[in-house]
């Protein structure tokens, strides 16, 4: 199926996600005010002398607010909803569909990106024009390469980890309690609540830093991590882990999915 | 027209696990105990293409298991399914082209969204031409009278705007092979009637198999030409729909509210077509021709409150079915 199709089931998905245009909007402005409280209290933080290691105040503050964009970005994600889709057993109408279900999720999943990054560049430009942040200052294009691939990776990794979460729902009816004590943990070792390598270079490499860490450090420092190709390969590595998690309960729970709700 | 063997099914087993919790404040210390119901057991099947079959059975039969089994949805545990020649589980794309399916409650439609918006994404994920599509569209809304509606939110239809809308969606790609599970369900009358007459147009139209199930057995005496009866996992009739229409078809069930509790001696005359008597209730079955003469015997000899004539139900179908053809 061409790019084109896909392109038409995405944007199908972005005026089903536009639907209520006042809740969606309103949603967006809580999102950018719980951007404002979080860089105003580093903000606060840094001005009293407060510094992380590694990183001066202006990169820190840069970190916070680039963590924020790539965030919606890479943890903007709506297969969250297949997990509910199983249970209810409402997914029984996609698998009557002659197209690759990976193919489907991949399109609603770049459909919300796509809404979700647009948007977040309005949050972003009055912070970078007060604060005289300049996130693409020193960026080579060894630097610009790198960027992109991380932003795959860690897209890639994100969108996995939760496709296992959901597949879980074939076998778990009350797989939410997993997935509420994960993200808490997510959110904690991705790297949103502070860059990871001011704290150990270990947590640097754990699975869950290519969903946020990464990407957020080269733009707030913007120079390439010592050991970047070593920090790639492990990174597919995850991702390939991931994967073949996925495949394989994803498989089993086929054989197991009955489809309840009827 | 010969007809080919859409449908084979040997030796299927299938059952289902599920775990059953107490009630109230103990269910909430306690995982509940496993069950396992088996649905099917060494079940088998052969149908033929190109007609209408109504499959019927009480609640619980295995008709929309064997509908899921037979689509691909889900997984038997033993046994050899064979639909339009492919292996449903396997989900390739050139058997899914052809299989349409309407689900009760699971939808084709976006809910946020007006109908037009799904049926755009169908065409897009079945491929189908521009034009084939326009037309196609043009013709199904106008026969089910939704034309007017298709740029509406979903959510504001009412049930039976949604389902004829539901129905574009399931047959948007011109299917060969459609099932239909409880299509006329909890609908009006006019919805229902609508929908039956799609069923058989598009049928003759595009030659195509369709199997409905469903609790109305006027769903299955108008659109049917086979009939396959399920109880309890197992095939209990198989044939065509005049067979069942001579055994039970030609009947009405009477039931009668009598003002004060009545004996079974009173109704003498009618004995042989009362099938129930509680106190001051009555069940009749009895056929077409005898319903004046019936009616008339009961407002002559009998204060009644309330009386209702109405087709049989499916489960009494059936229990007539088995005592007629033990």
């Known amino acids: 199926m061409s790019w084109k199709r896909w392109w038409l089931i995405g944007y199908s998905f972005f005026k089903e996600e536009t639907a209520f245009q006042l809740s969606f909007l309103v949603s967006k402005l809580r999102e950018f005010i719980n951007l404002i409280v979080i860089f105003l209290l580093w903000y606060a933080l840094l001005k009293h002398n407060f510094h992380l290691k590694n990183y001066t105040n202006q990169q820190t503050l840069g970190y916070f607010l680039y963590s924020f964009v790539i965030g919606q970005i890479i943890l903007s994600t709506r297969l969250w909803r297949i997990g509910d889709m199983i249970i209810s057993g409402n997914i029984s109408a996609l698998f009557l569909y002659p197209i690759k279900m990976w193919q489907l999720f991949l399109s609603w999943d770049i459909a919300h990106k796509v809404i979700n990054f647009t948007?977040?560049?309005?949050?972003?430009?009055?912070?970078?024009?007060f604060f005289h942040l300049t996130p693409f200052q020193?960026?080579?294009?060894?630097?610009?390469?790198?960027?992109?691939?991380?932003?795959?990776?860690?897209?890639?990794?994100y969108s996995f980890i939760v496709l296992i979460f959901n597949?879980?729902?074939?076998?778990?009816?009350?797989m939410w309690s997993v997935i509420f004590l994960f993200n808490i943990f997510l959110s904690f070792f991705s790297g949103q609540f502070f860059p990871l390598d001011a704290v150990s270079s270990l947590l640097a490499f754990s699975p869950f830093a290519y969903v946020n860490f990464w990407p957020s450090r080269l733009l707030a420092r913007s120079e390439l991590p010592p050991h970047s190709i070593l920090i790639l390969a492990v990174g597919f590595f995850w991702l390939l882990i991931f994967f073949l998690t996925f495949t394989a309960l994803w498989r089993t729970g086929l054989k197991k999915f009955s489809g309840w709700g009827e | 027209m010969p007809k080919d063997k859409v449908i084979e099914v040997r030796h299927l087993s299938k059952s289902y696990t599920s775990r059953e919790r107490p009630s109230g404040i103990k269910g909430l210390f306690k995982w509940g105990k496993k069950k396992k119901k088996a649905i099917f057991?060494?079940?088998?099947?052969?149908?033929?293409?190109?007609?209408?079959?109504?499959?019927?059975?009480?609640?619980g039969a295995g008709k929309t298991t064997l509908l899921k089994l037979l689509s691909g949805i889900?997984?038997?545990?033993?046994?050899?399914?064979?639909?339009?020649?492919?292996?449903?589980?396997?989900?390739?794309?050139?058997?899914?082209?052809?299989?349409?399916?309407?689900?009760?409650?699971?939808?084709?439609?976006?809910?946020?969204?007006?109908p037009i918006d799904s049926f755009q994404m169908l065409k897009v994920i079945y491929q189908i031409e521009e034009n084939a599509f326009n037309d196609t569209l043009t013709k199904f809304s106008r026969f089910l009278e939704v034309?007017?509606?298709l740029f509406k939110p979903v959510r504001q239809l009412s049930l039976g705007e949604r389902m004829r809308c539901q129905l574009i969606a399931a047959f948007l790609h011109l299917p060969k092979l459609v099932f239909l599970d409880e299509p006329t369900l909890a609908l009006d009358i006019i919805s229902q009637e609508k929908i039956r007459k799609f069923i058989c147009y598009y049928q003759k139209e595009y030659q195509a198999t369709i199997i409905v199930t469903s609790h109305y057995l006027k769903d299955i005496?108008?659109?049917?030409?086979?009939?396959?009866?399920?109880?309890?996992?197992?095939?209990?009739?198989?044939?065509?729909k005049d067979k069942l229409v001579s055994l039970t078809g030609h009947q009405r069930e009477i039931k009668v509210e009598f003002f004060s509790p009545t004996k079974r001696g009173k109704l003498q005359e009618y004995q042989p077509?009362?099938?129930?008597?509680?106190?001051?209730?009555?069940?009749?079955?009895?056929?077409?021709?005898k319903i004046v003469d019936l009616t008339k015997f009961l407002t002559t000899h009998f204060s009644i409150t309330d009386l209702t004539i109405k087709e049989m139900e499916i489960e009494t179908v059936i229990k007539e079915f088995f005592k007629r053809e033990p």
Not at chain 2, 276 to 286: G, H, R, T
């Open chain 1, 119 to 129: 948007i977040s560049l309005f949050y972003l430009l009055p912070f970078l024009f």
């Open chain 1, 138 to 157: 020193h960026f080579t294009l060894t630097t610009y390469i790198f960027f992109i691939l991380s932003l795959i990776l860690g897209s890639l990794t």
């Open chain 1, 167 to 174: 597949s879980l729902a074939f076998y778990l009816t009350e």
């Open chain 2, 41 to 59: 057991n060494d079940f088998n099947l052969s149908l033929d293409g190109q007609q209408v079959i109504g499959l019927i059975g009480p609640n």
């Open chain 2, 74 to 114: 889900i997984y038997p545990d033993q046994g050899k399914i064979k639909v339009l020649g492919y292996r449903p589980q396997k989900r390739q794309k050139s058997f899914l082209r052809q299989l349409g399916f309407l689900m009760g409650n699971k939808s084709h439609l976006w809910w946020n969204l007006p």
């Open chain 2, 147 to 149: 034309d007017h509606l």
């Open chain 2, 221 to 240: 005496l108008t659109t049917a030409q086979e009939v396959v009866i399920l109880n309890n996992g197992q095939l209990v009739f198989q044939g065509n």
């Open chain 2, 273 to 289: 077509y009362l099938k129930k008597l509680n106190d001051s209730q009555a069940m009749f079955l009895v056929p077409k021709e």
